[in-house]
Protein backbone atom coordinates (compact mmCIF):
# COMPACT_ATOMS: atom_id res chain seq x y z
CA UNK A 1 0.00 0.00 0.00
CA UNK A 2 1.20 3.67 -0.90
CA UNK A 3 -0.55 6.50 1.67
CA UNK A 4 0.18 10.20 0.45
CA UNK A 5 -1.30 13.49 2.04
CA UNK A 6 -3.44 15.13 -1.03
CA UNK A 7 -2.84 18.80 -0.72
CA UNK A 8 -4.07 20.78 -3.74
CA UNK A 9 -6.25 22.99 -4.83
CA UNK A 10 -9.24 22.93 -7.31
CA UNK A 11 -9.92 25.73 -9.91
CA UNK A 12 -13.09 25.94 -12.81
CA UNK A 13 -11.42 25.88 -16.33
CA UNK A 14 -13.45 28.86 -17.86
CA UNK A 15 -14.02 29.70 -21.09
CA UNK A 16 -11.42 32.50 -20.79
CA UNK A 17 -8.58 30.06 -19.64
CA UNK A 18 -6.04 30.38 -22.03
CA UNK A 19 -3.93 27.17 -20.36
CA UNK A 20 -1.31 26.42 -17.78
CA UNK A 21 1.12 29.00 -17.55
CA UNK A 22 3.99 27.45 -16.08
CA UNK A 23 6.92 26.20 -17.49
CA UNK A 24 8.25 22.67 -16.25
CA UNK A 25 8.60 18.69 -17.14
CA UNK A 26 5.68 18.11 -19.02
CA UNK A 27 3.46 15.59 -17.96
CA UNK A 28 2.70 12.59 -20.94
CA UNK A 29 -0.97 13.16 -21.55
CA UNK A 30 -3.31 9.76 -20.53
CA UNK A 31 -6.41 9.39 -20.16
CA UNK A 32 -7.89 7.68 -17.00
CA UNK A 33 -10.52 5.54 -16.27
CA UNK A 34 -12.13 5.39 -13.04
CA UNK A 35 -14.56 3.72 -11.60
CA UNK A 36 -15.94 4.63 -8.45
CA UNK A 37 -17.51 2.16 -5.70
CA UNK A 38 -19.80 2.91 -2.87
CA UNK A 39 -22.83 0.95 -0.95
CA UNK A 40 -26.15 1.30 -2.34
CA UNK A 41 -26.93 3.83 0.21
CA UNK A 42 -23.64 5.76 -0.51
CA UNK A 43 -22.59 5.63 2.94
CA UNK A 44 -18.84 6.31 1.98
CA UNK A 45 -20.01 9.58 0.05
CA UNK A 46 -21.79 10.41 3.19
CA UNK A 47 -18.16 10.28 5.12
CA UNK A 48 -16.85 12.14 2.32
CA UNK A 49 -14.83 9.11 0.90
CA UNK A 50 -13.64 8.10 -2.60
CA UNK A 51 -12.86 4.36 -3.44
CA UNK A 52 -12.06 4.13 -7.22
CA UNK A 53 -10.10 1.66 -9.30
CA UNK A 54 -8.11 3.66 -12.22
CA UNK A 55 -7.32 2.03 -15.01
CA UNK A 56 -4.60 3.79 -18.04
CA UNK A 57 -2.64 2.56 -20.89
CA UNK A 58 0.60 3.28 -19.27
CA UNK A 59 -0.05 2.25 -15.73
CA UNK A 60 -1.48 -0.77 -14.22
CA UNK A 61 -4.90 -0.94 -12.47
CA UNK A 62 -4.81 0.62 -8.97
CA UNK A 63 -7.18 1.08 -6.25
CA UNK A 64 -7.07 4.64 -4.82
CA UNK A 65 -9.23 5.04 -0.95
CA UNK A 66 -9.19 8.82 -0.05
CA UNK A 67 -9.94 9.45 3.78
CA UNK A 68 -10.64 13.22 5.00
CA UNK A 69 -7.70 14.17 6.71
CA UNK A 70 -8.18 17.46 8.04
CA UNK A 71 -8.52 20.24 5.26
CA UNK A 72 -6.58 17.62 3.06
CA UNK A 73 -7.31 14.26 2.48
CA UNK A 74 -5.24 11.10 2.95
CA UNK A 75 -4.84 8.86 -0.47
CA UNK A 76 -4.52 5.21 -0.32
CA UNK A 77 -3.30 3.33 -3.25
CA UNK A 78 -3.12 -0.68 -3.57
CA UNK A 79 -2.37 -2.77 -7.25
CA UNK A 80 -5.62 -3.86 -8.86
CA UNK A 81 -5.44 -7.01 -10.32
CA UNK A 82 -8.58 -7.57 -10.41
CA UNK A 83 -12.11 -5.41 -10.29
CA UNK A 84 -12.72 -7.39 -6.75
CA UNK A 85 -12.40 -4.85 -3.70
CA UNK A 86 -9.44 -6.07 -1.27
CA UNK A 87 -10.26 -7.17 1.69
CA UNK A 88 -7.92 -4.68 3.25
CA UNK A 89 -9.97 -2.06 2.06
CA UNK A 90 -13.17 -3.61 2.92
CA UNK A 91 -11.70 -3.53 6.76
CA UNK A 92 -10.65 0.12 6.53
CA UNK A 93 -14.20 0.88 5.94
CA UNK A 94 -16.02 -1.61 8.07
CA UNK A 95 -17.34 1.17 10.27
CA UNK A 96 -19.24 3.12 7.40
CA UNK A 97 -20.31 0.29 5.28
CA UNK A 98 -20.86 -2.04 8.38
CA UNK A 99 -20.38 -4.94 5.86
CA UNK A 100 -22.35 -4.15 3.01
CA UNK A 101 -21.34 -4.90 -0.57
CA UNK A 102 -19.13 -1.94 -2.54
CA UNK A 103 -20.34 -1.74 -5.71
CA UNK A 104 -19.61 0.55 -9.30
CA UNK A 105 -21.82 3.67 -8.53
CA UNK A 106 -20.15 5.48 -11.34
CA UNK A 107 -17.61 5.57 -14.13
CA UNK A 108 -15.27 8.88 -15.24
CA UNK A 109 -13.40 9.10 -17.85
CA UNK A 110 -10.53 11.90 -17.63
CA UNK A 111 -8.44 13.23 -20.60
CA UNK A 112 -5.42 14.66 -18.24
CA UNK A 113 -2.39 17.10 -19.41
CA UNK A 114 -0.40 19.21 -17.33
CA UNK A 115 3.33 20.22 -16.42
CA UNK A 116 5.42 19.42 -13.00
CA UNK A 117 6.01 23.05 -11.80
CA UNK A 118 9.72 23.71 -10.18
CA UNK A 119 12.09 25.76 -8.45
CA UNK A 120 15.54 26.06 -7.49
CA UNK A 121 14.79 23.03 -4.73
CA UNK A 122 12.97 20.47 -7.07
CA UNK A 123 9.49 19.45 -7.62
CA UNK A 124 6.88 21.72 -6.53
CA UNK A 125 3.56 20.63 -7.53
CA UNK A 126 1.76 19.10 -10.67
CA UNK A 127 -0.67 20.99 -12.26
CA UNK A 128 -3.00 19.17 -14.95
CA UNK A 129 -5.87 20.22 -17.08
CA UNK A 130 -8.36 17.46 -16.53
CA UNK A 131 -11.42 16.88 -19.06
CA UNK A 132 -13.67 14.77 -17.35
CA UNK A 133 -16.49 12.89 -19.34
CA UNK A 134 -19.13 11.26 -16.88
CA UNK A 135 -20.21 7.92 -18.55
CA UNK A 136 -23.88 5.96 -18.83
CA UNK A 137 -23.08 2.34 -20.38
CA UNK A 138 -19.80 3.60 -22.12
CA UNK A 139 -21.25 6.81 -23.50
CA UNK A 140 -20.61 10.16 -22.22
CA UNK A 141 -23.66 12.12 -20.20
CA UNK A 142 -21.88 14.61 -18.79
CA UNK A 143 -18.87 16.79 -19.21
CA UNK A 144 -16.54 19.32 -16.94
CA UNK A 145 -13.35 20.66 -17.00
CA UNK A 146 -10.79 20.76 -13.93
CA UNK A 147 -7.72 22.93 -12.92
CA UNK A 148 -5.70 20.98 -10.28
CA UNK A 149 -2.30 21.52 -8.80
CA UNK A 150 -1.13 19.04 -6.09
CA UNK A 151 1.98 19.29 -4.41
CA UNK A 152 4.85 17.29 -4.74
CA UNK A 153 7.52 19.86 -2.66
CA UNK A 154 5.95 22.91 -1.90
CA UNK A 155 4.55 24.14 0.92
CA UNK A 156 1.02 26.33 1.33
CA UNK A 157 2.62 29.45 0.43
CA UNK A 158 3.77 27.54 -3.02
CA UNK A 159 0.04 26.78 -3.52
CA UNK A 160 -1.30 30.41 -2.70
CA UNK A 161 1.39 31.51 -5.37
CA UNK A 162 0.40 28.88 -8.02
CA UNK A 163 -3.13 29.57 -7.56
CA UNK A 164 -2.82 33.86 -7.61
CA UNK A 165 -0.93 32.95 -11.28
CA UNK A 166 -3.93 30.41 -12.62
CA UNK A 167 -6.06 32.70 -12.03
CA UNK A 168 -4.31 35.23 -13.86
CA UNK A 169 -4.76 33.28 -16.45
CA UNK A 170 -8.21 32.56 -16.78
CA UNK A 171 -9.57 30.05 -14.22
CA UNK A 172 -11.98 30.62 -11.61
CA UNK A 173 -14.11 28.94 -8.82
CA UNK A 174 -14.43 25.47 -9.20
CA UNK A 175 -17.37 23.28 -8.17
CA UNK A 176 -15.08 22.63 -5.01
CA UNK A 177 -16.27 19.16 -4.56
CA UNK A 178 -14.69 15.55 -5.69
CA UNK A 179 -15.57 14.14 -9.51
CA UNK A 180 -17.69 11.55 -7.84
CA UNK A 181 -20.01 14.04 -6.04
CA UNK A 182 -20.41 16.48 -9.40
CA UNK A 183 -20.61 12.60 -11.11
CA UNK A 184 -23.44 11.75 -9.01
CA UNK A 185 -24.39 15.62 -8.49
CA UNK A 186 -23.64 15.10 -4.42
CA UNK A 187 -23.69 17.84 -2.13
CA UNK A 188 -21.94 17.18 1.20
CA UNK A 189 -23.63 16.67 4.44
CA UNK A 190 -24.18 20.04 5.86
CA UNK A 191 -23.70 20.75 9.88
CA UNK A 192 -26.68 21.07 11.65
CA UNK A 193 -28.02 24.50 12.23
CA UNK A 194 -27.06 26.35 15.15
CA UNK A 195 -30.63 27.26 17.74
CA UNK A 196 -33.57 24.77 17.94
CA UNK A 197 -34.81 23.63 21.12
CA UNK A 198 -32.29 22.37 24.07
CA UNK A 199 -33.25 18.68 23.04
CA UNK A 200 -32.45 19.18 18.93
CA UNK A 201 -28.96 20.55 20.37
CA UNK A 202 -28.38 17.66 22.64
CA UNK A 203 -29.18 15.39 19.99
CA UNK A 204 -26.72 17.14 17.27
CA UNK A 205 -24.32 16.90 19.73
CA UNK A 206 -24.35 13.40 20.71
CA UNK A 207 -24.87 12.93 16.76
CA UNK A 208 -21.42 14.92 15.81
CA UNK A 209 -19.30 12.97 18.40
CA UNK A 210 -20.90 9.74 16.45
CA UNK A 211 -19.69 10.83 13.05
CA UNK A 212 -16.15 11.90 14.88
CA UNK A 213 -15.60 8.10 15.93
CA UNK A 214 -17.09 6.89 12.31
CA UNK A 215 -13.99 9.69 10.70
CA UNK A 216 -11.42 8.52 13.19
CA UNK A 217 -11.74 4.61 12.82
CA UNK A 218 -10.23 4.09 9.36
CA UNK A 219 -7.18 5.96 10.80
CA UNK A 220 -7.01 3.42 13.69
CA UNK A 221 -6.95 0.53 11.53
CA UNK A 222 -4.16 1.60 9.92
CA UNK A 223 -2.38 2.19 13.09
CA UNK A 224 0.45 5.00 11.53
CA UNK A 225 -1.47 8.01 12.94
CA UNK A 226 -1.46 8.79 16.66
CA UNK A 227 -3.35 11.69 16.13
CA UNK A 228 -6.39 9.70 14.11
CA UNK A 229 -6.37 7.11 17.24
CA UNK A 230 -6.05 9.98 20.22
CA UNK A 231 -9.04 11.62 18.18
CA UNK A 232 -11.06 8.60 18.02
CA UNK A 233 -10.59 7.72 21.58
CA UNK A 234 -11.41 11.44 22.22
CA UNK A 235 -14.65 11.30 20.78
CA UNK A 236 -15.75 7.80 22.62
CA UNK A 237 -14.98 9.50 25.65
CA UNK A 238 -16.25 12.88 25.14
CA UNK A 239 -19.82 11.24 23.95
CA UNK A 240 -20.06 9.34 26.98
CA UNK A 241 -19.28 12.01 29.16
CA UNK A 242 -22.66 13.70 27.22
CA UNK A 243 -24.22 10.86 27.60
CA UNK A 244 -23.72 11.53 31.60
CA UNK A 245 -24.22 15.45 31.52
CA UNK A 246 -26.97 15.15 29.97
CA UNK A 247 -28.57 12.75 32.42
CA UNK A 248 -31.23 15.67 33.88
CA UNK A 249 -33.26 15.28 30.31
CA UNK A 250 -31.76 11.97 28.45
CA UNK A 251 -34.19 8.87 29.91
CA UNK A 252 -30.77 7.88 32.19
CA UNK A 253 -31.47 3.98 32.03
CA UNK A 254 -31.07 4.34 28.39
CA UNK A 255 -28.28 6.41 28.31
CA UNK A 256 -25.93 4.71 31.11
CA UNK A 257 -26.49 1.44 29.37
CA UNK A 258 -24.71 3.15 26.00
CA UNK A 259 -22.29 4.94 28.10
CA UNK A 260 -21.56 1.45 29.62
CA UNK A 261 -21.58 -0.07 25.73
CA UNK A 262 -18.56 2.53 24.88
CA UNK A 263 -16.41 2.07 27.75
CA UNK A 264 -15.34 -1.62 26.38
CA UNK A 265 -14.37 0.62 22.99
CA UNK A 266 -12.47 3.09 25.14
CA UNK A 267 -10.85 0.88 26.51
CA UNK A 268 -9.31 -1.46 23.41
CA UNK A 269 -8.34 2.20 22.35
CA UNK A 270 -6.38 3.14 25.09
CA UNK A 271 -3.16 0.51 25.30
CA UNK A 272 -1.92 1.84 21.93
CA UNK A 273 -3.08 5.71 22.92
CA UNK A 274 -0.89 5.34 26.19
CA UNK A 275 2.22 3.77 24.36
CA UNK A 276 1.72 6.59 21.54
CA UNK A 277 2.26 9.07 23.95
CA UNK A 278 5.49 7.51 25.96
CA UNK A 279 7.09 6.64 22.83
CA UNK A 280 6.95 10.35 21.39
CA UNK A 281 8.69 11.52 24.54
CA UNK A 282 10.89 8.63 25.00
CA UNK A 283 12.07 9.60 21.34
CA UNK A 284 12.80 13.10 22.06
CA UNK A 285 14.80 12.02 25.86
CA UNK A 286 16.78 9.68 23.92
CA UNK A 287 17.65 11.62 21.40
CA UNK A 288 19.37 14.25 24.27
CA UNK A 289 21.38 11.09 25.41
CA UNK A 290 25.00 10.65 24.49
CA UNK A 291 27.02 7.39 24.40
CA UNK A 292 26.43 4.14 26.05
CA UNK A 293 23.27 6.08 27.81
CA UNK A 294 21.72 6.67 23.80
CA UNK A 295 22.71 3.29 22.77
CA UNK A 296 20.66 1.85 26.35
CA UNK A 297 17.75 4.19 25.54
CA UNK A 298 17.29 2.91 21.72
CA UNK A 299 16.98 -0.08 22.64
CA UNK A 300 14.41 0.60 25.07
CA UNK A 301 12.57 2.52 22.71
CA UNK A 302 12.76 -0.73 20.32
CA UNK A 303 11.50 -2.87 22.73
CA UNK A 304 8.35 -0.51 23.49
CA UNK A 305 7.97 -0.10 19.79
CA UNK A 306 7.35 -3.97 19.27
CA UNK A 307 5.05 -3.76 22.40
CA UNK A 308 3.09 -1.11 20.32
CA UNK A 309 3.01 -3.37 17.56
CA UNK A 310 1.27 -6.31 19.53
CA UNK A 311 -1.19 -3.64 21.43
CA UNK A 312 -2.55 -2.69 17.17
CA UNK A 313 -2.80 -6.20 16.08
CA UNK A 314 -4.76 -6.67 19.05
CA UNK A 315 -6.84 -3.59 18.57
CA UNK A 316 -7.22 -3.88 14.98
CA UNK A 317 -8.89 -7.48 15.97
CA UNK A 318 -11.09 -6.33 18.36
CA UNK A 319 -12.36 -3.42 15.56
CA UNK A 320 -13.40 -6.50 13.87
CA UNK A 321 -14.97 -7.94 16.35
CA UNK A 322 -19.02 -8.55 15.71
CA UNK A 323 -19.56 -6.39 19.30
CA UNK A 324 -17.75 -3.19 17.83
CA UNK A 325 -20.02 -3.21 14.62
CA UNK A 326 -23.10 -4.24 16.63
CA UNK A 327 -22.15 -1.37 19.27
CA UNK A 328 -21.80 1.61 15.63
CA UNK A 329 -24.92 0.11 14.52
CA UNK A 330 -26.38 0.64 18.01
CA UNK A 331 -25.15 4.19 17.93
CA UNK A 332 -26.00 5.13 14.54
CA UNK A 333 -29.87 4.61 15.75
CA UNK A 334 -29.66 5.98 19.31
CA UNK A 335 -27.98 9.43 18.34
CA UNK A 336 -31.03 9.54 15.17
CA UNK A 337 -33.68 9.36 18.22
CA UNK A 338 -32.08 9.74 21.31
CA UNK A 339 -34.38 9.36 24.22
CA UNK A 340 -35.85 12.06 26.56
CA UNK A 341 -37.88 11.74 29.77
CA UNK A 342 -36.56 15.23 31.33
CA UNK A 343 -36.49 18.83 31.80
CA UNK A 344 -33.55 19.61 33.92
CA UNK A 345 -31.10 22.08 33.94
CA UNK A 346 -27.43 21.54 32.25
CA UNK A 347 -26.41 24.72 33.46
CA UNK A 348 -27.27 23.27 36.92
CA UNK A 349 -25.86 20.16 36.10
CA UNK A 350 -22.43 21.42 35.31
CA UNK A 351 -22.28 23.48 38.67
CA UNK A 352 -23.42 19.77 39.97
CA UNK A 353 -20.01 18.42 38.48
CA UNK A 354 -18.07 21.46 39.78
CA UNK A 355 -19.11 20.94 43.02
CA UNK A 356 -17.53 17.29 42.99
CA UNK A 357 -14.64 18.17 41.77
CA UNK A 358 -14.11 21.04 44.28
CA UNK A 359 -14.77 18.37 47.39
CA UNK A 360 -12.49 15.79 45.81
CA UNK A 361 -9.55 18.31 45.85
CA UNK A 362 -10.88 19.64 49.38
CA UNK A 363 -10.31 16.18 50.46
CA UNK A 364 -6.81 15.89 49.13
CA UNK A 365 -3.66 15.59 51.12
CA UNK A 366 -0.77 17.70 51.76
CA UNK A 367 1.29 14.99 49.84
CA UNK A 368 -1.80 13.41 47.56
CA UNK A 369 -1.21 9.85 46.20
CA UNK A 370 -0.65 9.87 42.05
CA UNK A 371 -4.38 7.57 41.75
CA UNK A 372 -5.81 10.62 43.80
CA UNK A 373 -4.32 13.14 41.07
CA UNK A 374 -5.45 11.19 38.04
CA UNK A 375 -8.73 10.87 39.96
CA UNK A 376 -9.47 14.77 40.00
CA UNK A 377 -8.19 14.91 36.78
CA UNK A 378 -11.34 12.08 35.87
CA UNK A 379 -13.45 14.40 37.59
CA UNK A 380 -12.42 17.37 36.01
CA UNK A 381 -12.41 16.16 32.37
CA UNK A 382 -16.64 15.47 33.32
CA UNK A 383 -17.50 18.92 34.02
CA UNK A 384 -15.24 19.87 31.60
CA UNK A 385 -17.91 17.82 28.56
CA UNK A 386 -20.76 19.09 31.20
CA UNK A 387 -19.69 22.58 29.97
CA UNK A 388 -19.32 21.71 26.56
CA UNK A 389 -22.78 19.76 26.32
CA UNK A 390 -24.72 22.87 28.22
CA UNK A 391 -23.09 25.64 25.55
CA UNK A 392 -24.40 23.75 22.52
CA UNK A 393 -27.40 23.67 24.12
CA UNK A 394 -27.28 27.48 25.14
CA UNK A 395 -25.96 28.19 27.71
CA UNK A 396 -23.86 31.43 28.26
CA UNK A 397 -20.26 31.89 30.32
CA UNK A 398 -19.04 28.70 29.69
CA UNK A 399 -15.50 30.18 27.48
CA UNK A 400 -13.22 30.83 30.43
CA UNK A 401 -14.30 28.29 32.49
CA UNK A 402 -13.86 25.24 29.48
CA UNK A 403 -10.15 26.93 29.17
CA UNK A 404 -9.20 26.92 32.66
CA UNK A 405 -10.80 23.29 32.78
CA UNK A 406 -8.41 22.20 30.16
CA UNK A 407 -5.52 23.89 31.59
CA UNK A 408 -5.76 21.73 34.63
CA UNK A 409 -6.50 18.43 32.73
CA UNK A 410 -3.66 19.79 30.95
CA UNK A 411 -1.47 19.68 33.90
CA UNK A 412 -2.66 16.62 35.01
CA UNK A 413 -2.42 14.64 31.99
CA UNK A 414 1.28 15.56 31.87
CA UNK A 415 1.34 14.40 35.58
CA UNK A 416 -0.63 10.96 34.61
CA UNK A 417 1.59 10.72 31.35
CA UNK A 418 4.84 10.70 33.57
CA UNK A 419 3.69 8.59 36.34
CA UNK A 420 2.99 5.82 33.12
CA UNK A 421 6.11 5.83 31.86
CA UNK A 422 8.06 5.72 34.78
CA UNK A 423 6.16 3.07 35.68
CA UNK A 424 6.60 1.04 32.38
CA UNK A 425 10.14 1.83 32.20
CA UNK A 426 10.68 0.02 35.69
CA UNK A 427 8.91 -2.80 34.47
CA UNK A 428 11.24 -3.00 31.68
CA UNK A 429 14.50 -3.17 33.39
CA UNK A 430 17.73 -1.15 34.92
CA UNK A 431 20.49 0.08 34.09
CA UNK A 432 22.15 3.80 33.56
CA UNK A 433 19.76 4.73 30.30
CA UNK A 434 16.78 3.65 32.09
CA UNK A 435 17.82 5.40 35.05
CA UNK A 436 18.20 8.56 32.80
CA UNK A 437 15.13 7.93 31.86
CA UNK A 438 13.05 7.79 34.61
CA UNK A 439 14.68 10.64 36.20
CA UNK A 440 13.17 13.00 33.41
CA UNK A 441 9.88 11.42 34.18
CA UNK A 442 10.44 12.06 38.30
CA UNK A 443 11.30 15.74 37.07
CA UNK A 444 7.76 16.10 34.80
CA UNK A 445 5.87 14.23 37.10
CA UNK A 446 7.31 16.96 40.24
CA UNK A 447 6.92 19.91 37.92
CA UNK A 448 3.09 18.81 37.25
CA UNK A 449 2.55 18.39 40.69
CA UNK A 450 4.31 22.18 41.36
CA UNK A 451 1.89 23.44 38.89
CA UNK A 452 -1.42 22.12 39.90
CA UNK A 453 -2.50 24.26 42.64
CA UNK A 454 -2.16 27.63 40.45
CA UNK A 455 -4.22 26.13 37.77
CA UNK A 456 -6.68 24.74 40.21
CA UNK A 457 -7.04 28.16 41.55
CA UNK A 458 -7.66 29.78 38.31
CA UNK A 459 -10.36 26.70 37.27
CA UNK A 460 -11.82 26.58 40.93
CA UNK A 461 -12.77 30.46 40.95
CA UNK A 462 -14.10 30.45 37.40
CA UNK A 463 -16.29 27.49 38.46
CA UNK A 464 -17.42 29.23 41.62
CA UNK A 465 -18.94 32.23 39.48
CA UNK A 466 -21.05 30.21 36.68
CA UNK A 467 -24.01 29.92 38.71
CA UNK A 468 -23.67 34.21 38.45
CA UNK A 469 -22.67 33.99 34.61
CA UNK A 470 -24.25 31.00 33.00
CA UNK A 471 -27.53 32.25 32.57
Partial sequence: MRSTVERE??????????????????????????????????????????????????????????LPAGGDRLELEWPAPTEAVPAEVRDLLT??????????????????????????????AEVVR?????????????????????LVGGDAKALRQLERRLRDAGACDGDGRPKLFQALDLRPPKPAPGGGSARARIAAALQEQYREILNHDPGTRLGDDPEALHDHRVAIRRLRAMLRAGRPMLDRTWADGLRRSLRGAGHSLAQVRDLDVLLEQLRADVDELDGPEHAGGARIVQILEERRERA???????????????????????????????SGSLSKAVSREHRRVRRKTRRLPRDPSDAQLHDVRKAVKRARYAAELAAATGAKGTGKYLKRA?????????????????????????????????ARQDARRADARAAFPKAWKRFDKRGRSLKRTMR
Avoid: C
Fill in 406 to 438: KAVQDVLGDHQDAVVAAAVLREIGSGPAMAALV
Fill in 130 to 150: DSVEVLDEGRPVRVFDEIEAE
Fill in 312 to 342: QTDLSAALREPAYVSLLNRLEHAVKEPRFSG
Fill in 9 to 66: LKLGAGAEFAGIPFEGRELPEEVLTSTYFDTDDLRLAEGRITLRRRTAERREPTWQLK
Fill in 95 to 124: ARTRGAPLSAVATLRTRRSGVVVRDADGDV
